[in-house]
């Protein structure tokens, strides 16, 4: 079972590269934001995995903090670098 | 049987998803460093802290894990998105003012550019040789530090080593760590007053996801405090999450009580040195050494010493975050 956990945690640590071309791409500053939103969620799956995986249940603290604390990444990206605008490579 | 043929196979499986993880966190941090655009550089760099907390999952330091997942992952991308905007804000206002005066800009550029990037590789070349020379002398069996920490474990009064050692054995570390981020405050502060806030009211979603998510964080930061006695966990990660929780209310527009802005916030500021300093000098009044704790009361100062620490670094990172001294706001 300890290998199924690691095969899809390997497997959503692919998925989180795949997702970097958006990030790289754009265009928007939305896009690349919500990427990273995908990565975070990708994340705490990851971590969650790795703790059954290696039976550390102390690890799924860590992927309390990332679901935590991505909301605050994502308003501070709405409130501040979107609401100040014209942030969209498209405007460029 | 069945354990002796799955064996391999999961330390192939764990060796791959290690190698692919310290490429991707290599090639993060160069994208990162490398992006022309600042904004991408950020996104880049947030998820450089995602796959840097994993990394510190894989090394088997949940501790580190938790800190880097708080910090790195969360609060400087929150800080860095905000210090972005306000950049933005204030290249826009000056552009006008600049465009008469780019020729000459970009002549003394060039000028200054090969001088001052001569002089940043002289420095990063002593950083390189002083890391390579610290690396090359590292002690090899650290196993002896190891036994060492275990073997007086239980006259630190806690249960988690990493506590034990950061709180009690090596103390002067967290206590110059903290003095470390009030001096940062103190930098922030000194470049002068916050800009007017030019913020529109929250909307609905906004308004009830803060409302559900604050106290949540708060209690969060609370369970990070108390485990930290007996698992990873303790006042830097609880003082984060803490921070967090104010983060988010200044980013939904809510600002301290003008009264309490002044001598209170700083007493608040201060609390979890103050603490420190004082619990470490008042046993030297009792006949001890400076941050002697004895044994039998151990457990109940290192939880006090961390509850006031925490609440002073989460205060701290939240009012790194307003970019200036609050105060200035009455005299405009």
Redesign the interface.
């Known amino acids: 079972m ?2 199924f956990y ?2 899809i ?2 497997f959503l ?2 998925t ?2 795949a997702g ?1 071309w958006r ?2 791409r ?1 265009p928007t ?1 939305a896009d ?2 919500l ?2 939103q995908l ?2 969620t990708t ?1 705490v799956a ?2 969650l995995l ?1 703790a059954q995986a290696f039976e ?1 249940p ?2 799924r ?2 992927a ?3 679901a ?6 994502a ?7 979107w ?2 605008g ?2 969209s ?1 498209a405007a460029k | 049987m069945e354990a002796m043929t799955s064996l391999p196979l999961m330390t192939l499986m764990q060796l791959l998803f290690d190698t692919l993880l310290g490429f991707a966190l290599l090639w993060l941090g160069w994208r990162a460093l490398a992006s022309p655009d600042l904004f991408q550089a950020i996104v880049l760099f947030i998820a450089f802290g995602l796959l840097m907390a994993i990394v510190w999952v894989r090394l088997d330091a949940p501790d580190v894990a938790l800190a880097e997942a708080a910090i790195g992952a969360g609060l400087t991308g929150a800080l860095l998105l905000t210090t972005l905007a306000r950049l933005e804000a204030k290249n826009r206002s000056k552009s006008a003012l600049e465009k008469k005066h780019k020729v000459w800009l970009m002549t003394e550029n060039v000028k200054l550019k090969t001088a001052s990037f001569l002089w940043l590789m002289v420095i990063l070349m002593l950083l390189v040789s002083g890391l390579v020379y610290a690396v090359l002398t590292l002690q090899e069996q650290t196993f002896e530090l190891q036994m060492l920490v275990s073997k007086n474990l239980e006259s630190s009064g806690v249960s988690n080593p990493v506590t034990a050692v950061l709180l009690n054995f090596r103390g002067y570390d967290t206590l110059l760590e903290m003095s470390v981020l009030l001096l940062a405050l103190l930098g922030v502060w000194s470049f002068g007053g916050i800009p007017k806030p030019h913020e529109s009211l929250p909307g609905p979603v906004l308004n009830m996801l803060s409302r559900l998510l604050i106290p949540l964080l708060i209690i969060v930061a609370g369970y990070f405090l108390w485990v930290g006695s007996d698992a990873p966990g303790g006042a830097f990660q609880g003082g984060s999450v803490l921070g967090a929780a104010g983060v988010l209310l200044l980013l939904v527009g809510w600002r301290l009580c003008i009264r309490f802005v002044g001598l209170p916030l700083r007493i608040i500021l201060v609390f979890g040195l103050g603490v420190f300093v004082s619990a470490a000098v008042v046993l030297i009044f009792l006949g001890r050494q400076f941050m002697e704790y004895p044994p039998s009361v151990a457990g109940a100062l290192i939880l006090l010493i961390e509850a006031a620490a925490t609440l002073s670094i989460g205060i701290t990172l939240a009012a790194l975050f307003l970019v200036g001294r609050p105060e200035f706001r009455r005299h405009k």
């Open positions: 300890e290998i690691l095969s945690a390997f640590l692919l989180l590269l970097l990030v790289l754009g500053a690349r934001m990427a990273a990565f975070g994340a990851c971590v790795l550390r102390v690890l603290d860590v309390l903090i990332f935590l604390l991505a909301a605050v990444t308003i501070a990206f709405v409130r501040r670098a609401a100040s014209e942030h490579d």
